[in-house]
């Protein structure tokens, strides 16, 4: 059974700074992993997603890459600013279309 | 883009009612689409899988006589929680996915805002 987890459970950081969040999971045959953006009482935005033939996937200041040998995923946001302030979670799409989320890293930047 | 709707965005009803919860892809056709369930600090739990034209497939746990999902049209699914209870109050997400879609990778999922159900 495919599990997804997050560390850390939340971040806070000042603006300016570069930024690492990590998602590991338990099931290297994994079809894709997707990073998504959730703001509080909202749906999620689609940040990045990474076939599982692909290493990374880069959309602005955002780089996500994907290591299925170690189980790892990471998303680097550059010159984090306050708008990137959100809950940010990773899924692995387990087979048959079906995604597995993490619990989510909260992030917040201060101005 | 790939756009997903959910009405309504947000419901308070009595103890015993039914709710229903539509998710409507609005600009591609939706082979599948899915339901899932986000409770406070949680993450998002697949609840179901629906195919249009065919029944749903139900994760282990969810009960189907209670959450009656309908894919009648390939841009349209309704998620129906029956005689809904306060245990049932949870953040309901819908997303769907095509698979022909020009320019959509077929593999993936594009999400609704979600449907903030409250049961009283």
């Known amino acids: 059974k495919q599990e997804v987890t997050q560390i850390p459970a939340a971040l806070s950081v000042p603006e300016g700074e570069n930024l690492v969040l990590n998602c590991s999971f338990t099931?290297?045959?994994?079809?894709?992993l997707q990073w998504f953006r959730q703001d509080p009482g909202k749906g999620l935005t689609s940040l990045l997603l990474i076939q599982s033939s692909q290493r990374e996937q880069t959309s602005g200041r955002l780089n996500a890459s994907l290591d299925k040998s170690s189980g790892r995923s990471t998303l680097y946001i550059a010159a984090s600013q306050p708008g990137d302030s959100a809950t940010y979670l990773c899924a692995a799409d387990a087979g048959s279309e079906k995604l597995v989320f993490g619990k989510g890293t909260k992030l917040t930047v201060n101005p | 883009g790939a756009v997903v709707s959910q009405h309504p965005s947000w419901v308070i009803c009595k103890s015993g009612t039914s709710v229903k919860i539509e998710c409507r892809s609005l600009d591609f056709q939706a082979t599948t689409m899915f339901w899932y369930r986000q409770f406070p600090k949680q993450s998002l739990m697949l609840m179901a899988t629906s195919n249009e034209g065919s029944k749903a497939t139900y994760e282990q746990g969810v009960e189907k006589d209670k959450f009656l999902i309908n894919h009648a049209s390939l841009t349209l699914s309704t998620l129906t929680v029956t005689s809904a209870h306060p245990e049932d109050s949870s953040f309901y997400i819908c997303?769907?996915?095509?698979?022909?879609?020009?320019?959509?990778?077929?593999?993936?999922?594009?999400f609704g805002p979600g449907t903030r159900l409250t049961v009283l």
């Open positions: 997303s769907a996915r095509s698979s022909h879609t020009p320019g959509l990778a077929s593999n993936e999922q594009f």
């Open positions: 099931d290297s045959a994994i079809y894709n």
